[in-house]
């Protein structure tokens, strides 16, 4: 008998849970996907727009993993600034880019992804890895994108998805609701945090579902590339350059 999906989890208080977790948060990530979270950021920043000076936006930024990728890998990128909800996870963050020497050029600012209080077209790029899904308002969180996107600016987003290969999803799944729980609990020492993400990747919209989303917030050009046999999908949007002064 098929194993039911769990109901989607509340978003309420996820900053909290973060914040507990914080401390070994990127051991877990690479322990956790074997590495394979690396090769994703990296696909991700292979996709920021070209152009000189860009400003980038990081949201639900976390230990500025993402920012990090980008300076080694996208010379063009100018300053940036990342914003999560976790203090705790921006207080390692901090601590990460003073260490390489990377806190003047990015700045960390706690936030919330559905109301940014940034002025619009602020940013040449926007970026999202593994957070989109703990917005509260997931459509609220991408109009805001889009608001503070230049015209011609590109949204990134990468997110946990579902394989379509039936064998494939069956083990996958088996991994997720499981192996990885139980193993995030044993290092994290929080037991409902891996519970959380497992709920949340199974109830959280993808693929052409997630793209229909961004159409509707106003994205131009919205593309989903699956990941690692769709275990992760990749979304970009552009916000139009049409009807822009």
Known sequence: ?????????????????????AHRYDLLNRLL?????????KTMNRRIPNGKDLRVLDLAT????????????????????????????????QQKLVALGLDQKFRLVRGDATCLGLGEK??????????IRNVLDVNQGLEEMHRILKPGGRALILEFSLPAN????????????HVLPRLGALISGDSYAYRY???TVETFPYGEDFCQLMRNAGFEDVTATPLTFG???????????????
């Open 197 to 199: 993400l497992n709920e």
């Open 231 to 245: 275990i992760a999908s990749l979304y970009q949007g552009e916000r139009s350059l049409k009807g822009e002064g």
């Open 122 to 131: 602020q940013f040449d790029a926007v970026t999202i890895s593994f957070g």
């Open 1 to 21: 008998m098929p194993q039911k999906t769990p109901d989607s989890p509340s978003r309420m208080q996820a900053f909290k849970m973060f914040d507990r977790i």
């Open 62 to 93: 976390g230990t500025a993993d993402v920012l990090i990728a980008m300076e080694r890998a996208c010379k063009n990128v100018a300053s940036g600034v990342g914003l999560d909800m976790s203090g705790g996870m921006l207080k390692y963050g």
């Open 166 to 177: 039936r064998p494939f999803r069956a083990a996958y799944l088996f991994y997720f609701r």
């Open 33 to 41: 996907s074997g590495g394979t979270d690396v090769r994703w950021r």
